[in-house]
C-alpha cells in the first residue's frame, strides 16, 4: 500500500481522479450512442427492432459482471489502496476497449464477432464496477472536512466529462462520414480514440497517492480485514439505503443521458446529429450545477439538498415527456433536457459522497461496490432495453418517464431513511491544517 507523499497536492489527487474516471466512462458511453449501428454490424437480423434490443441487451450484460467486479475490486481497494486498485481498473477497461474497437463484424467472422462484443463488454462490467467506489471513496478520504461534498462532486464531473466527450465524438463521425462509411469503418473511430485510455489513465494513476484518513483508519484497525459476508451482515441497513439512493441516480443517468440520442432519433424522429448537440449542451450544463450542489451540500447538508431536487425531477419529467411526444422539435428538446439535466446534476453533486458517509473507512469500498453496483445492476444495467420494450409495448413515446417516475420513489425513500454525517465547520485561518 501507498503512503501518501507531502508533496502530492489535494488538487492534484482530485484531477488524477477526476481525469481518470472521465477516460473510464468514455467508452462505457459511446457504447450505448453508437447501439443502433453496433446491432447491424454484431447483431444483424432481418428485424431492425430486434437487432437493436439484441445490442442493447448486451448493453446490459455488462452490468452483470458489475456486482463480481465491484466487490472483488472493491476488497481489493481497502485492503491495498485506493492507487492500487485505480490501476489495475485502467488497465482492464484498456484491454476491453480493444476487443470492440477491432473486433471482426458479423459478416466476417460470424457468430464470433457477437461473442467477442459480449466478452468485451464483461470485462468492461467488471472494470467499471469497481470504479465508482473506488474513486468516491478515494476523493471523500482526500478532501478536507468542511468541503467533502464538494470533492465527491467531481467523480461525477468525470462521468459528465465522459459523457460529453462520447457524445462529441459520435456527432463528429455522424456528421463528417456518410451512412455507408459509418457503417464500415467509421463507427470504430471513437472507440480507437478511446484508447488512449491506456497510456494516459496509467500515467495519471500513477502519480496519486492514498489518502491519509485512509492510511491513518488502516493502522488504527486490528486484526484481518473483514470479509464480504461480515461487510453485508454488519452494514445491511447501509446497504439497502444506499441502494435506494443510487436507484434514481443510475436510471436518470442511462434513459435521459445515455439512452435519450437513440430514443430521440427512433422514437421521435428527430436528427441524430442535432439531438447529440441538445446532449451536449445540456451535459455541459449538468457538469457546472454538479460541484455547485455538491458545495451546497456542504452548508446545508446531503439529506436537503438531494431531496429538493429528487422531488424537482420527479415533479417535471413526466409532462415534459408528454410536450416533447405532443410536437417532437430539436427546441423542445432541449428545453426539456436542460430542465431534466439541471435537476439530475442537482441530485448528483452530494451523491457520491452521500454513500460514502453510509460506511466507516475500512470497509467503505467494499459496502459502496455492493450497493451501488447491485442498483446498477438491477436498475440501470437494463433500463436502454425497458424503456425500449415500454415504449413499443404501451405504444407511446412518453413509456421512459414511467420507469425514471418508479426509481425516484426508490430514491426518496432512499434519501429519507440515509444516515446524515454532521457537518464539519471551515476552520479557522489560524488553524494548524495543512493547506493542499
Not at 69 to 88: F, N
Not at 251 to 269: D, E, I, Q, W
Not at 292 to 312: E, I, K, N, Y
Not at 350 to 361: G, K, R
Request: charged share 15%; with cysteine; net charge positive.
Amino acid at each position: 500500500m501507498q503512503t501518501a507523499k507531502p508533496g502530492v497536492s489535494r488538487t492534484r489527487q482530485v484531477v488524477a481522479a477526476v481525469i481518470g474516471n472521465a477516460l473510464e466512462w468514455y467508452d462505457f458511453i459511446v457504447y450505448g450512442f453508437l447501439a443502433s449501428i453496433i446491432a447491424r454490424q454484431f447483431f444483424p437480423s432481418d428485424d431492425e427492432y430486434a437487432s437493436l434490443l439484441m445490442a442493447l441487451a448486451t448493453f446490459g450484460v455488462g452490468f452483470f459482471m458489475r456486482p463480481v467486479g465491484g466487490i472483488l475490486l472493491g476488497m481489493y481497494s481497502d485492503r491495498k489502496g485506493r492507487k492500487a486498485a485505480m490501476q489495475l481498473i485502467i488497465r482492464l477497461m484498456t484491454v476491453s476497449i480493444a476487443l470492440i474497437a477491432f473486433a471482426p463484424n458479423y459478416a466476417a467472422i460470424g457468430m464470433g464477432a457477437p461473442l467477442l462484443i459480449v466478452v468485451a463488454r464483461m470485462l468492461q462490467g467488471f472494470a467499471t464496477g469497481g470504479e465508482y467506489a473506488s474513486a468516491t471513496a478515494f476523493l471523500v478520504e482526500s478532501a478536507p472536512a468542511h468541503r467533502k461534498g464538494l470533492y465527491g462532486s467531481w467523480q461525477l464531473v468525470g462521468q459528465c466529462l465522459a459523457v460529453f466527450g462520447g457524445a462529441a465524438m459520435v456527432a463528429a463521425v455522424t456528421h463528417f462520414f456518410s451512412p455507408d462509411t459509418l457503417d464500415l469503418w467509421g463507427w470504430r473511430l471513437p472507440f480507437v480514440f478511446g484508447l488512449l485510455i491506456g497510456p494516459v489513465g496509467l500515467w495519471i494513476r500513477r502519480h496519486m497517492e492514498d489518502p491519509e484518513e485512509f492510511i491513518e483508519a488502516r493502522k488504527q484497525a486490528t486484526g484481518p480485514a473483514p470479509s464480504l459476508m461480515q461487510v453485508v451482515r454488519e452494514h445491511r441497513r447501509s446497504i439497502l439505503v444506499s441502494m435506494g439512493l443510487a436507484c434514481g441516480a443510475t436510471v436518470s443517468f442511462y434513459v435521459v443521458l445515455v439512452n435519450m440520442p437513440t430514443f430521440a432519433h427512433k422514437s421521435l424522429g428527430l436528427p441524430l446529429d442535432q439531438v447529440l448537440m441538445v446532449q451536449m449542451f445540456a451535459v455541459a450544463l449538468m457538469t457546472v450545477v454538479i460541484p455547485l450542489s455538491g458545495l451546497l451540500s456542504d452548508r446545508l447538508g446531503r439529506r436537503p439538498v438531494l431531496m429538493a431536487f429528487t422531488l424537482a425531477f420527479f415533479v417535471m419529467v413526466y409532462p415534459l415527456y408528454v410536450w416533447v411526444a405532443a410536437a417532437p422539435s430539436i427546441e423542445r428538446l432541449l428545453v426539456m433536457q436542460v430542465m431534466l439535466c439541471t435537476a439530475i446534476g442537482g441530485f448528483f453533486g452530494p451523491a457520491p459522497t452521500a454513500l460514502a458517509e453510509q460506511f466507516p473507512i475500512e470497509v467503505r469500498s467494499t459496502g459502496v461496490s455492493v450497493a451501488y453496483n447491485v442498483a446498477v445492476m438491477v436498475f440501470g444495467g437494463f433500463a436502454p432495453l425497458i424503456v425500449t420494450w415500454l415504449t413499443k409495448v404501451l405504444g407511446t413515446p412518453v413509456a421512459p418517464s414511467f420507469y425514471v417516475l418508479f426509481a425516484c420513489v426508490l430514491t426518496l425513500l432512499g434519501t429519507y431513511s440515509m444516515h446524515e454525517a454532521p457537518r464539519a465547520q471551515k476552520p479557522l485561518p489560524f488553524s494548524k491544517e495543512v493547506k493542499p
